[in-house]
């Protein structure tokens, strides 16, 4: 029998190719939480791995196998995938990749183990083709090392340009830094960071850190600081206003409760949530995070419930996900470019739903963890030709390396982590 997290990696894979369910909550499910703490990072490399690079491995085996991939049973591809993986990206010996895919296929689909064998052990032996180049052919490369579907590498290549798409999807293929805020209510929080090993890097948004070396998701579970990406801080930021500030589409609750850190007693949040289990799971960070000025509330913001205007309003849209690839590589196989258009729609309505709320001289903050256009420009420039009393407003001093005319973006081949837009917009 194949080891169990082999097992798992394979049915993990499985249940993402059926869809209904993210990455980040199957790998949070039961069976894998169960797994003991070494067969658990053997696991998460096993899977992630495998999504991230899946072109690459695709690339690999496609002359190996000597037929159309996607002809293969599923199980038996995602398998060939996951010992590929073994073979060209991590330190496990040759004998035991094949070996042990063998004997995984041979549960899934007894036929194929032969193939199975053949395949690995000529990939072993062989070693994977060469790979295109990407200056003489940027899409091929792209869609091979990059790992990026067809759709998405002629999209980048198109609107960006085949050097700075090819740069992006580097960008993408590596894990990205883990950044992070510190606690400012527990006692001593840096120094306890430190006693742990960990080695904060000050990144150019105030107050955020990089973290290397330690172990920042300990310190994370103690509440002493919180997993953020700095992209992700820059939007808080930018909608921390005195007064009163609604967060609409607010869970986890990482900008809620940064918001409310920045200006403490100066400010209360209304955190509200669509979804009754993720406004549930957002009064569970805000009590951990202990922030008595962040108030959770469900509510829908296509609807919002409240009778009152709000000094500041973040909307940090639902979109796509594709400027997070490096975190969230199944994000890379699941969406499409009929998403785009369906999250662009729906994140119009959202900003005509919430424009309402906002008081005069109050700011409404725009965000996703996009970097496609039809997501961030084009819905904010709909919005402001349709309300102008609406207009753009210059970034803070801290923010300006982060500009691009009107709006602000992070950059995942400038700046690491994710890509985050945010336009932020004052009511006169």
């Known amino acids: 029998m194949a080891t169990a997290a082999r097992e798992l990696a394979l049915r993990i894979l499985m249940d993402l190719n059926a869809g209904g369910i993210t990455l980040g909550d199957r790998l949070a499910a039961a069976d894998a939480e169960a797994l003991p703490s070494r067969d658990r990072g053997f696991l998460h490399e096993l899977v992630l791995g495998a999504l991230r690079h899946r072109g690459l491995l695709d690339h690999a085996l496609r002359p190996m196998v000597q037929r159309d991939l996607e002809a293969l049973d599923p199980a038996v591809l995602e398998a060939l995938r996951l010992g590929a993986y073994q073979i060209l990206r991590m330190r496990v010996p040759h004998r035991a990749a094949v070996s042990e895919s063998v004997e995984l296929v041979r549960g899934a689909a007894p036929r194929a183990s032969g193939l199975v064998n053949a395949v690995l052990r000529r990939l072993a032996s062989q070693g994977p083709p060469s790979l295109p180049d990407p200056a003489a052919d940027p899409l091929g490369w792209l869609t091979s090392a990059g790992s990026l579907p067809d759709w998405l590498a002629r999209r980048w290549a198109a609107r960006l340009g085949s050097a700075t798409a090819v740069a992006r999807a580097r960008a993408f293929l590596e894990v990205p830094p883990a950044a992070f805020r510190l606690n400012p209510r527990v006692t001593g929080a840096f120094e306890r960071a430190l006693e742990t090993g960990l080695e904060p890097v000050p990144l150019p948004v105030p107050g955020a850190w990089q973290a290397r070396g330690g172990r920042p998701t300990d310190l994370a579970a103690q509440a002493v600081l919180y997993l953020q990406d700095q992209g992700s801080q820059l939007v808080a930021r930018l909608a921390a206003r005195p007064g009163c500030v609604l967060d609409a589409c607010a869970a986890p609750g990482g900008k809620s409760t940064l918001i409310g850190d920045v200006l403490g007693d100066a400010v209360t949040v209304v955190a509200g949530d669509a979804s009754p289990a993720r406004a549930s799971s957002l009064a569970s960070l805000v009590r951990r995070w202990g922030s008595p000025n962040v108030h959770v509330a469900a509510a829908d913001a296509l609807r919002p419930p409240f009778g009152t205007r709000f000094d500041a309003v973040l909307l ?104 985050f837009f945010a336009a932020v917009l004052a009511r006169r």
Do not use: H, M
Not at 326 to 345: K, Y
Not at 368 to 376: F, K, L, Y
């Open 316 to 419: 940090d849209a639902p979109c796509t996900g594709l400027g997070t690839l490096g975190r969230n590589p199944d994000i890379r196989w699941r969406a499409s470019p009929g998403d785009v258009d369906r999250q662009s729609r729906r994140q119009a309505a959202l900003l005509a739903a919430l424009a309402p709320l906002v008081k005069p001289k109050g700011t409404l903050v725009y965000a996703t963890c996009s970097a496609e256009p039809e997501e961030n420009e084009d819905p904010v420039r709909g919005f402001l030709e349709t309300r102008p009393g609406f207009e753009p407003e210059a970034a803070p001093d801290w923010a300006a390396r982060f500009g691009d005319g009107r709006f602000l973006r992070t950059l995942p081949e400038r700046d690491g982590g994710d890509a």
